[in-house]
């Protein structure tokens, strides 16, 4: 493929192989997204509830600050099949080469990776609320159920949205994880949008396509971030 304007764009969105690679990460970025932003504020809530917020807060952050290849390397091993992860659930599952299994292994990596950055993005939130909200709520006779519906939740929405977009992007720009332990398979069935511009540029030397999926990739940050900002406007 050449560098020829809109014939690449015409191209590559009709590739097989491009639709796959978009779905795919597209379906990383929900199962990172919306189970991340809600298990990150569940745990965020019992962590600002209880005396040592500091000890379980670097407990969950600890991989974070670990590289993606030494994450992927320590799930490479968990996943196998004599792996921790069978073991602890009395299983015999082929996680990483299962086509029932291989994305949601991912998703759980992910999660792993990244859950203790929205954590603490969630305790920055709730502890921005102040406390003389809930004082008044008590005083006028809410339980904490309705402190949570009425308080937390209306104020901390804007904080959990952001979790989202950021979850969002980190699915996006996901590469490490996927092509470290499933290299894309089985099949194409992991292969993600940022593998798939690798491979076009560094092994089908393809620049022109790989460009344009670039180009289309950046083009979903940025409307995924202009829907973040929208919401956010709208605050009151």
Known sequence: MKFNGLENYKSVLGDSDFRTALATTLKLGLGLALPGTLIAFVVAIAINAGKKTNIFTSIFFAPVIYPPVVSAFIWSAAYRGDGFVNKILGTNIEW???????????????????????????????????????????????????????????????????????????????????????????????????????????????????????????????????????FLRTRP
């Open 96 to 230: 990483l080469t299962s086509y029932k299994w291989a994305l949601f292994s991912i998703v759980l990596v992910m999660l792993w990776t990244n859950l203790g950055f929205y954590i603490v993005i969630s305790l920055t939130g709730l502890r921005g609320i102040s406390a003389s909200y809930y004082e008044a709520a008590s005083i006028d006779g809410a339980n904490r159920w309705k402190q949570l519906r009425w308080i937390t939740l209306p104020l901390i929405k804007p904080v959990l949205l952001f979790i989202g977009i950021v979850a969002t992007g980190d699915a996006l720009q996901v590469f490490t994880q996927p092509y470290l332990l499933t290299a894309g398979g089985p099949g194409s069935s992991t292969r993600v949008l940022a593998s798939l511009i690798y491979e076009s540029s560094f092994r089908s030397f393809d620049f022109g396509a790989s460009s344009t999926m670039a180009m289309v990739l950046l083009t979903l940050a940025l409307l995924i971030s202009s829907v973040q900002f929208a």
